[in-house]
Nanobody, 128 residues
Framework: QVQLVESGGGSVQAGGSLRLSCAGMTYIRSRYCMGWFRQAPGEEREEVATIDSSGWTTYVESVKGRFTISKDNAKNSLNLQMNSLKPEDTAKYYC??????????????????????WGQGTQVTVSS
């Protein structure tokens, strides 16, 4: 059983930075996909970024150039560096892994039900 735990959320002003981490990323398969999603109140959970076992990264347009996804194989963790934060980035952020068969890590957008394992989420609030 995979248990994911996010950390690093908080409140910042617009233009600030936060770094999210997700612990517990044990690798079930030699080829894998891990990702970050976010969900604002009243909205659907949406993809933010993904990274696969080769290190290939994919970002949704709204975060390109501001967010960086990375993985630490030694620590079995997934990270999300968020710079130049905007109020519209305010949401609960979730990490996920174990992509369903038939989905591609590089496709945009991936849906929440494309992933099997989820963390409990960490809140990010950006004030103007």
């Amino acid at each position: 059983q995979v248990q994911l735990v996010e950390s690093g959320g908080g409140s910042v002003q617009a233009g600030g930075s936060l770094r999210l981490s997700c612990a517990g990323m044990t690798y079930i398969r030699s080829r894998y996909c891990m990702g970050w999603f976010r969900q604002a109140p009243g909205e659907e959970r949406e993809e933010v970024a993904t990274i696969d076992s080769s290190g290939w990264t994919t970002y949704v347009e709204s975060v390109k150039g501001r967010f960086t996804i990375s993985k630490d194989n030694a620590k079995n963790s997934l990270n999300l560096q968020m710079n130049s934060l905007k109020p519209e980035d305010t949401a609960k952020y979730y990490c996920a892994t174990n992509l369903r068969d038939g989905a591609r890590c590089s496709q945009i957008p991936l849906q929440a039900n494309d992933f099997k394992y989820w963390g409990q989420g960490t809140q990010v609030t950006v004030s103007s």
